[in-house]
């Protein structure tokens, strides 16, 4: 797993962040590891604002009749098909999981197609254990989490996930790497933090998410709180209002006061 500092070095790299960004009046970023680059750049911290992302609460919601079966781990991954997302760790995991007498199914979407690295990933997998559903537009992506036990996404690194904002919103909870940004947006109620690069420890963390989940009541107190948490934290409204906030703050020196 990155060090803070390796993933600070690597997101720098990605994003191309450098001092130059200390001539904007204000930055917002979505997390705070990439506040944290800023400020490695020579970013005055004052100048930063950490908001985060935002998820539309009212088109991603819970089906609280969506049936789970407690035999099968159902998991769902979204996103880009590359190394850093880390489908290959994900699917290490659940072959290792069959091993233990599970039945497993993954869903993965993202992509313009298969590819030579999705490929590699479901060599591990058999047939029956896994759908490629290719790219999948949001009026049918909340369907997905709905129907999966749990998100599991353990990138490597990332300035922000929003496939982990959608999966609350839907009431599922996740599985996500022990680092920034995914230990910003994910507390113990609703996830278990794994080390993205250890396939074991991401087969023990959903394990141990499934076991919770099969539970009754804890179910649907880790269902509940995925909501809850979605739509006090990262529902569109909420991030908007703040992100107005700083945009009037940083103005109206400027322009004096605003009617």
Wanted: aromatic residues 6%; glycine residues 8%; hydrophobic residues 40%.
């Amino acid at each position: 797993m990155m060090s803070p500092e390796q993933l600070a070095a690597r997101l720098k790299e990605v994003l191309h962040i450098g001092p130059f960004l200390d001539r904007a009046d204000h930055i917002i970023t979505m997390s705070d590891i990439l506040k944290d680059v800023c400020v490695r750049e020579g970013v005055a911290g004052h100048k930063i604002t950490v908001l985060g992302n935002r998820v539309d609460t009212r088109r991603f919601s819970p089906d609280p009749d969506c049936p789970h079966d407690p035999a099968t781990i159902r998991v769902l991954f979204v996103g880009r098909l590359q190394e850093q997302k880390n489908l290959h760790g994900v699917a290490a995991a659940l072959a290792l999981l069959r091993g233990q007498g599970w039945k497993v199914h993954i869903d993965i979407c993202g992509g313009a197609g298969m590819n030579d690295y999705l490929r590699r990933c479901l060599g591990c997998l058999r047939p029956g254990e896994y759908v490629y559903h290719g790219a999948v537009p949001n009026r049918q992506l909340r369907r997905l989490y709905q129907n999966a036990d749990m998100y599991v996404g353990p990138s490597l690194f990332e300035g922000f996930q929003i496939p982990l904002i959608e999966s609350l919103a839907c009431g599922t909870p996740c599985v996500a790497s022990d680092q920034a940004p995914a230990n910003e947006i994910l507390t113990a109620e609703v996830a278990e933090l794994v080390d993205p690069e250890n396939p074991a420890s991401i087969e023990r963390g959903i394990l141990r998410l499934k076991q919770r989940l099969n539970d009754p009541a804890q179910g649907n107190a880790i269902r509940q709180a995925c909501r809850r948490q979605a739509v006090e934290q990262w529902d569109y409204f909420v991030i908007s209002r703040k992100e107005v906030a700083v945009y009037l703050a940083t103005i109206s020196p400027h322009t004096g006061p605003i009617d």
